[in-house]
């Protein structure tokens, strides 16, 4: 399976210019990708204090074009996240869609209080799970990261591939690559994190998007440039490291 990690340079509050972009490159990828990952609040960037102005719907531009082109090449597309307005709520979500349309949502549990995401956004309540050509893949989204706990959880319920995309900054760029990894090694899981480039308010983003299989080795990695990165996964690898080492079957379920 060839996945296509699109490392979006995001511009801040330019909704238009970035979804326009951003659905070209989704285009380019498709051509050749079989799954194309968007990283997270591409088309508004960072730009919290005027989410509820650039909210959209499931019935907005950014995922009518999404849709189309999963349709016209029948490939998946995991629809990084969007500032998405339902029942009277915003939230940071996520979207896979695919040929036929939607087919599963995340809505960001973990939001980053340290920059005050809960005033911005509703927490979600549920985690997603979905079906990539007869195995299980799970979402998250860039502040998840740091909750192993969901990771585990995900995995626990059968996931094989994790995607997380983010805006994660160059400041915290070294926590980036170890808890990328770490959670690929811990769950012996694929973990696909979509990172952007640009910055925000003189603050730069770390780019440097990630595939790492589930032995932790670093399958793909981008620089800190706008970049359309590929790498090919097969599941059967998952097995073989489960079957060397089978963390699962020494896990403590009776005490945690």
């Known amino acids: 399976m060839k996945l296509a990690l699109v490392q979006l340079n995001v511009v801040s509050g330019a909704v238009e210019q970035n979804r326009e ?40 531009p950014t995922l009518e074009g999404l849709k189309k082109i999963a349709h016209k090449n029948d490939v998946m597309i995991v629809g990084g996240s969007l500032a998405y307005r339902k029942d009277n709520h915003i939230y940071n979500g996520l979207f896979v869609v695919n040929a036929e349309g939607i087919v599963a949502t995340y809505q960001k549990v973990h939001l980053f209080s340290m920059f005050n995401e809960g005033d911005f956004f509703s927490a979600g309540q549920k985690l997603c799970l979905f079906d990539l050509a007869g195995h299980k893949a799970g979402a998250a989204i860039c502040y998840d990261l740091r909750f192993p706990e969901l990771f585990r959880s995900l995995t626990l319920q059968g996931s094989s591939l994790i995607f997380v995309p983010a805006e994660w900054p160059t400041a915290r760029g070294d926590n980036w690559r170890v808890l990328v990894q770490a959670r690929a090694v811990e769950n012996q899981v694929f973990i696909c994190a979509v990172n952007c480039v640009g910055q925000h308010k003189n603050h730069p983003f770390f780019g440097h998007s990630l595939l790492v299989g589930p032995d932790g080795t670093i399958l793909v990695e981008g620089d800190n440039k706008e970049d359309i990165l590929y790498g090919d996964i097969d599941f059967q690898f998952i097995a073989e490291v489960r079957r060397s080492m089978d963390i699962f079957a020494d896990r403590r379920g009776d005490l945690y």
């Open 21 to 60: 972009h951003g659905l070209e490159l989704v285009a380019l990828a498709a051509e050749t990708a079989d799954v194309i990952v968007l990283p997270e609040l591409w088309t508004t960037g960072y730009s919290l204090r005027h989410v509820g102005d650039f909210a959209e719907t499931e019935a907005g």
